[in-house]
């Protein structure tokens, strides 16, 4: 396999397991497990935030809104594996 489609795979997968942990801490945050407000909690909080909510963001205002349920990180993981299972299948 080609060493920059294995870096783009690795990427993806890293950006997919940053977006869970967005996603963890977040609703620990939320459910007041944890204190949103220590230093290293906001610090990962802050980063994954830049990281993930400009494209969360275009894709919340795409889907239907279900109460308080967001599916837009739930896309994009979907889309990620899809995209994965493109790439490696082009190859």
């Excluded at 397991?17 to 204190?35: C, E, K, P, T």
């Excluded at 290293?40 to 994954?48: A, E, G, R, T």
């Amino acid at each position: 396999m080609n060493p920059i489609i294995e870096v783009l795979i690795m990427v993806l997968n890293l950006y997919k397991w940053s977006l869970v942990i967005y996603i963890l801490v977040s609703l620990l945050a939320q459910f007041g497990i944890i204190n949103r407000y220590h230093s290293i909690v906001d610090l990962v909080q802050n980063s994954l935030s830049q990281i993930h909510e400009p494209l969360l963001s275009k894709i919340r205002r795409i889907t239907p809104i279900f109460g308080n349920l967001d599916l837009s990180p739930l896309i994009v993981f979907i889309g990620i594996e899809i995209l994965i299972a493109v790439i490696i299948t082009i190859i």
